[in-house]
T-cell receptor, first 114, second 115 residues
């Protein structure tokens, strides 16, 4: 299966710990997008990255959240000092170019903060 | 204002019947795309169908069709001949040309197909 791979599928963290979510895009895709889905809500845009560059982070909380997409390796969404309100499903999507039709979503990482 | 509104939190349909899931949208951008995604209980987001704002005909993909009424700003999803495997959450989404990067999603409709 050459789809978007996200790991871990489930992640449990205690308040104050760091959470690292990984996303390997479809092979050859150079555009990565992160979305957050809170319980009972639709997905909300967080950040758009190309290799080594953050293109649009208008949906990212200003503090504790960061994202990267290095030249080699997966994209990482990092949440420092997690709080209960960070509990959500985090989805990654990738595309070959910045075209909406070519979006492929991963299966998500479900973060639970206890 | 909400960009995407889905007013049906939950819907039930008899197997083999057709069902319509409602979606209205709000944008002043003349160029936009409308999408429907299915999210089964396993959690992944599955692309179903796409409609461009300049498309003259309603989009169709197998048992899925999109009832696009531009003047009313609605993009309802019609599923024909429902199957038990259609039970899932369904999300309507929009992407605008001017904002480009991001999708705006609705809150979803939970569809249950009854045997």
């Amino acid at each position: 299966n050459a789809g978007v791979m996200q790991n871990p599928r489930h992640l449990v963290r205690r308040r104050g710990q760091e959470a690292r979510l990984r996303c390997s895009p479809v092979k050859g895709h150079s555009h990565v997008y992160w979305y957050r889905q809170l319980p009972e809500e639709g997905l909300k845009f967080m950040v758009y990255l190309q290799k080594e560059n953050i293109i649009d982070e208008s949906g990212m909380p200003k503090e504790r959240f960061s994202a990267e997409f290095p030249k080699e390796g997966p994209s990482i969404l990092r949440i420092q000092q997690v709080v209960r309100g960070d509990s959500a499903a985090y989805f990654c999507a990738s595309s070959l170019e910045d075209r909406p039709y070519g979006y492929t979503f991963g299966s998500g990482t479900r973060l639970t903060v206890v | 204002a909400q960009k995407i509104t889905q007013t049906q939190p939950g819907m039930f349909v008899q197997e083999k019947e057709a069902v319509t899931l409602d979606c209205t949208y709000d944008t002043s951008d003349p160029s936009y795309g409308l999408f429907w995604y299915k999210q089964p209980s396993s959690g992944e987001m599955i692309f179903l169908i796409y409609q461009g704002s300049y498309d003259q005909q309603n989009a169709t993909e197998g048992r899925y069709s999109l009832n696009f009424q531009k003047a009313r700003k609605s993009a309802n999803l019609v599923i024909s001949a429902s199957q038990l495997g259609d039970s899932a959450m369904y999300f309507c989404a929009m992407r605008e040309a001017r904002t480009g990067n991001q999708f705006y999603f609705g809150t979803g409709t939970s569809l249950t197909v009854i045997p």
